[in-house]
């Protein structure tokens, strides 16, 4: 690699490695230090060929997920890492009631555990689909499946997390509630009538 070479990748990983290893740690279940393994792999495989890279970011980024399916096609399946629950909240509703605004950080805590107790192709999914915000056709390109799969996938992930953690309803809708956020109106309206 040359001086301007050097130079140039020093920088992009200065500016875009904080973004970029948000999106290993997600992809990794949490786990931050597999998350920077990840990440370093992904930055390590681009400096080799930084001369010949266009688009830098999109250039990591595809590798962080092409490395991070190898990972799970090669590790199988893993038996689940059971913990203790933390106990119940003094008012017994299941949910935070301290208007200091911790109950974004609990709920940030209750994803990150229920995100790690999934499979690693569905952690895959969900975090390309909704925290990378990739239409499902760049899903199934980048996981090298049919975009069926990626939406059968996404399907039963969801409905794995919710049941994995039921508390994300309860704590996102107390958040609300402390923020003074009311639900948007119901779309089933009676029929009104009108006159000339």
Known sequence: MDATSQESFLEFVTNRSTALLRTAVLLSGGDRHAGED???????KAAGRWHRIDEPEAYVRQILYRQQVSR??????RRELTVAEPPDPADGTGTATAADGTGAAELRLVMRDALSRLTARQRAVLVLRYFEDLPEADVARLLGCSVGTV???THRSLARLRALAPELDLLAASDDERQGQQQPPSRDFAPVEVRP
């Open 38 to 44: 990840l990440l370093q792999n992904a930055l390590m």
């Open 72 to 77: 799970w096609r090669l590790k199988g399946p």
């Open 151 to 153: 939406r059968s996938t």
